[in-house]
């Protein structure tokens, strides 16, 4: 990194596919963050298929709620590729619920707003995200929400102007749709939008929807479309509202992203917050943080040739 002009400052985190960490860019003058990938450590069918179309995508994004790549390189002596991104001090987004629980809903409109503008961007460039989670959303220094962690996106392709549905089954279980769940093909624009919808709970009641032992009995109780609504903290009739309507099992039923940014709550929220009033909303207790994902999916990959982006196998 030095030779690139980064000097080293610390760790940030480690994931499936290499660490992360924080260094100062003598170019740039500024810090940024830097994901590390081992190719040593890695398959290399993750090498072949998923990091080459993960670098091809962030390179080509540009959106101010999208973590911005600076710099993509590789360092051949190591076997080691580093992806130069802008740094969000603030952490991510669970972290940020963990600490203060369910947020108010004038500050969850907000960050809803931006993520459903980012994602909006990426799904009118044909890219799906397909790990939308609070832990894949960052924030700045003025808590603007980022959307980061492109390792299972792809490009979505068309037949006879209709989308190619994805038979690869990736994401995090508590946040996955459920046909993604039951192992249907999807179409990945609209299981992006079940993720929001679970994003959206998660700000409100610093909890997931859906919580179950199986997946099995994870997709009985997301086909039955009834979402518990905890008495505390108190949210609005219209957020409810919203959620019932992105968090729709039947795929054809789900809200799209623009009727969301025109749904009342958004509406109401957004002038609020442009008034400057205070919403009537009451944060509540601070609450415990979600449980260890258990049920995170295990990654493998999926013989289908048409889509061979990362795939977790639903336990």
């Known amino acids: 990194m030095e030779s690139r002009g980064y000097i080293f400052r610390s760790n940030l985190g480690e994931g499936m596919y290499g660490k992360v960490v924080s260094a100062y860019s003598t170019r740039l003058k500024r810090r940024v963050a830097i994901k590390v990938i081992n190719q040593k450590k890695v398959s290399s069918s993750y090498l072949e298929k998923f990091l080459s179309r993960e670098t091809e ?3 080509s994004l540009n959106h101010p709620n999208i973590v911005k790549t600076l710099d993509v390189f590789e360092y051949k002596k190591t076997s080691k590729v580093y992806v130069v991104m802008e740094l969000c001090v603030k952490g991510d987004l669970l972290k940020h619920i963990n600490v203060k629980g369910g947020l108010p809903e004038h500050s969850s409109c907000r960050l809803f707003t931006q993520l459903c503008k980012a994602v909006q961007y990426l799904h009118n460039r044909d890219v799906a995200h397909r790990d ?3 832990e894949n959303l960052l924030l700045d220094t ?3 929400l980022k959307v980061c962690d492109f390792g299972f996106s792809k490009r979505l392709t068309y037949a006879d102007g209709r989308t190619v549905l994805s038979e690869t089954y ?3 279980s508590s946040y996955a749709a459920p046909e993604i769940l039951r192992s249907f093909p ?3 624009k609209v299981s992006d939008v079940w993720s929001m919808g679970v994003v959206l709970y998660m700000m409100f009641y610093a909890s997931v929807p859906y919580e179950a032992t199986s997946i099995r009995k994870m997709v009985e109780i997301q086909t039955q479309h009834n979402i518990n609504f905890p008495s505390i903290p108190s949210v609005s009739s219209e957020a409810k509202d919203l959620i019932r309507s992105i968090l729709h099992p039947v795929v054809e039923q789900r809200i799209t992203i623009s009727n969301i940014l025109r749904s009342s709550w958004i509406m109401r ?3 609020m917050e442009d008034s400057g009033e205070t ?6 207790p601070v609450q415990e943080g979600p449980p260890d994902e258990k049920a995170k999916v295990n990654e493998k990959l999926s013989g289908d ?3 061979p982006g990362p795939s977790k196998n639903l336990k």
């Open 186 to 188: 999807y179409d990945p």
């Open 269 to 271: 929220e957004g002038r």
């Open 170 to 172: 990736c994401g995090t």
């Open 279 to 284: 919403p009537t909303s009451n944060d509540g």
């Open 132 to 134: 939308l989670k609070c």
């Open 305 to 307: 040739n048409s889509d």
């Open 57 to 59: 995508i962030i390179r």
């Open 142 to 144: 003025h808590y603007n």
